[in-house]
């Protein structure tokens, strides 16, 4: 069930990929602002990123180091930002695909 679903994001990904730079020839590009939690979106991705490179049997681990004056604020969860998050998910998943094909094992 987690390759099939890590199969999808893929396809999904360099499907997403294509039409960008498309859109971009075409000066069609736009942004997609919306609000997240920094820390939601980092564990999202790295959850799903986790299937992948396991199934690559590379072993993948995410820490995540917050500024101490900023500390509380994202304990209590009052952190959003906005930003085009799609995007911004699309150059990571693109990043840590490259980095999953020319990692060995371990």
Not at 75 to 91: M, P, Y
């Given at each position: 069930?987690?390759r099939?679903?890590?199969?999808?994001?893929?396809?999904k990904?360099?499907?997403?990929?294509?039409?960008?730079?498309?859109?971009?020839?075409k000066?069609?590009?736009?942004?997609?602002?919306?609000?997240?939690?920094?820390?939601?979106?980092?564990?999202?991705?790295?959850?799903l990123?986790?299937?992948?490179?396991?199934?690559?049997?590379?072993?993948?681990?995410?820490?995540?180091?917050?500024?101490?004056?900023?500390?509380?604020?994202f304990?209590?969860?009052?952190?959003a930002?906005?930003?085009?998050?799609?995007?911004?998910?699309?150059?990571?998943?693109?990043?840590?695909?490259?980095?999953?094909?020319?990692?060995?094992?371990?």
């Amino acid at each position: 069930h987690g390759r099939i679903r890590a199969s999808l994001e893929m396809m999904k990904s360099v499907c997403d990929d294509v039409l960008t730079i498309e859109k971009v020839q075409k000066k069609g590009f736009e942004y997609f602002v919306t609000v997240c939690s920094p820390l939601s979106w980092v564990e999202e991705l790295s959850d799903l990123e986790r299937v992948s490179m396991l199934s690559s049997k590379i072993d993948f681990k995410v820490g995540i180091e917050v500024a101490q004056d900023l500390d509380s604020a994202f304990e209590s969860k009052r952190v959003a930002v906005a930003a085009d998050w799609l995007h911004l998910r699309q150059v990571a998943v693109n990043f840590l695909s490259n980095a999953r094909k020319f990692t060995g094992v371990g």
